[in-house]
């Protein structure tokens, strides 16, 4: 059998010659070579020659996986994850969506990163209940990472309302954390507030309770 010659040093795809260390019984060459990963590989020369080893095995691993994660990530296309991720792009970068305006025509993107769905997946991961979806941090920012998280529908409005404070209990604090102390809805204290005007201190004072302080010392 036909002895290959290789050099020190030469590049064989992930495999470069070290030296060589004799012979297998059958007559081929054996040699040693380092992998790229940083393995210690000793290969018959005709198989490294005719590329029937490319590595140490650390290619086919990664091919492996690789090919797993893109069977996974094709099978997810009937997903939430999924299906959050097509509308993302939808309200961001077609005009033609109903809802453009609110995101894509005030600026608002997906980052590059995310226009591959292997790629929003693997930073968001799947949503932790069926009553999350994703919200952005920053009301104005774009849909990236660190800007993003999976939130449900009560944090989601605290975060668009997150700049309303109010002093409550003896401290200050977000507006929904007030209402959630005091038992009442978000709404009926804001209307309180903005829209007839009550002053901070009574806004969240039960109606009734209101309604008894009325009748008592008169309005």
């Known amino acids: 059998m036909r002895a290959f010659t290789f050099k020190s040093g030469e590049r064989f795809h992930r495999l470069v010659v070290v030296e060589r260390l004799g012979s297998y019984p059958e007559g081929s060459s054996k040699w040693l070579f380092k992998c790229d990963c940083g393995k210690d590989v ?34 997810m296309h009937l997903s939430a994850e999924f299906r959050t991720w097509v509308d993302m792009l939808r309200r961001c970068h077609q005009p033609v969506y109903s809802g453009f305006s609110d995101w894509g025509g005030r600026g608002i993107k997906a980052c590059v990163r995310w226009h591959t769905f292997a790629n929003f997946f693997a930073d968001m991961g799947r949503r932790p209940s069926k009553f999350h979806s994703i919200d952005r941090i920053n009301n104005d920012g774009d849909y990236e990472p660190g800007n993003c998280r999976w939130a449900t529908k009560k944090e989601q409005s605290r975060n668009r309302r997150n700049s309303v404070f109010v002093f409550y209990a003896g401290r200050e604090m977000p507006l929904g954390d007030a209402c959630e102390l005091a038992g009442l809805r978000w709404g009926t204290v804001w209307r309180r507030i903005k829209k007839l005007g009550w002053p901070v201190s009574e806004a969240f004072i039960p109606l009734q309770k209101r309604k008894q302080q009325l009748d008592l010392f008169g309005p």
Do not use: F, L, M, P
Not at 44 to 65: I, N
Not at 66 to 75: F, V
């Open 42 to 75: 000793v290969a018959r020369g005709v198989d490294v020659r005719r590329e029937k080893q490319k590595s140490c095995g650390c290619h086919k691993d990664e091919q492996t996986t690789a090919r797993n994660r893109a069977n996974a990530i094709h099978g």
